[in-house]
């Protein structure tokens, strides 16, 4: 069961373009949502988080965007640069009590391309 | 430098003989994890240690084992290695739970 959903497995912007990568989950007890971003032979790096109380974080050419009712998160970058070309994860947690405390769950991850 | 150190990147070996895949960090991390990383599956989480002596599973944790003896160290054990074990796998560490982890380099791992 895939409670952290990313349905395209890749995206393809122009260099300046907005890129949206998306992601949808299933579990209601998820309470903190986070993106990574891994470049080949290189382990995943934390890029941008959003806790569940908030529908909106924001880091220079970063955005997260939570929608709580839809069980959907999406991460824009913007503007695009070539070296934004990576795979990014989309990720999950039930940060408080629970039986699935302690637990990040992971999206199947999105390859994103730039294009100069 | 902060980082998170695996052993060893790259591990050909045959079904059955044991072995260990080592992780360490130098940041004084509570947390760590294992992940490994398969197509169309993203990253799934094998084991995690909130402290030492402290070790739960994920959500794959069949033919995994794990320690935590002391704060830096999560060793990743494969008793028996089977060759649907092949992954690519990646050691985290956290200072509380899994929030904005540090991934090591990844271990790429082939059982034939």
């Known amino acids: 069961d895939q409670q952290v959903k990313q349905n395209s497995p890749s995206l393809s912007v122009q260099e300046g373009r907005i890129s949206i990568l998306n992601c949808d989950y299933t579990?209601?007890?998820?309470?903190?949502f986070l993106w990574y971003k891994k470049y080949p032979a290189e382990g995943p790096t934390f890029l941008i988080s959003?806790?569940?109380?908030?529908d909106k974080n924001e880091d220079g050419r970063f955005t997260v965007f939570l929608n709580k009712s839809a069980k959907h998160l999406s991460l824009h970058i913007v503007p695009s640069q070539p070296g934004d070309s990576a795979v990014y994860f989309c990720?999950?947690?039930?940060?408080?009590?629970?039986?699935?405390?302690?637990?990040?769950?992971f999206g199947q991850g999105t390859i994103l391309t730039v294009h100069p | 430098e902060a980082q998170v150190t695996q052993n060893p990147r790259y591990l050909i070996t045959v079904t059955g003989k044991k072995l260990t895949v080592t992780c360490s960090q130098n940041m004084n991390h509570e947390y760590m994890s294992w992940y490994r990383q398969d197509p169309g599956l993203g990253l799934r989480q094998i084991y995690y240690?909130?402290?030492?002596?402290?070790?739960d599973k994920g959500d794959v944790p069949e033919g995994y084992k794990v320690s935590r003896k002391e704060k830096r160290n999560f060793p990743l054990i494969l008793e028996s290695p089977s060759p649907n074990q092949t992954s690519l796998y990646f050691c985290?560490?956290?200072?509380?739970?899994?929030?904005?982890?540090?991934f090591g380099q990844g271990t790429r791992l082939t059982v034939v």
């Open positions: 985290a560490s956290s200072m509380r739970q899994a929030l904005e982890a540090f």
């Open positions: 990720a999950a947690i039930v940060s408080v009590g629970g039986t699935s405390y302690g637990k990040l769950t």
């Open positions: 579990n209601s007890m998820f309470d903190y």
């Open positions: 240690s909130m402290n030492v002596e402290v070790t």
């Open positions: 959003i806790s569940s109380i908030k």
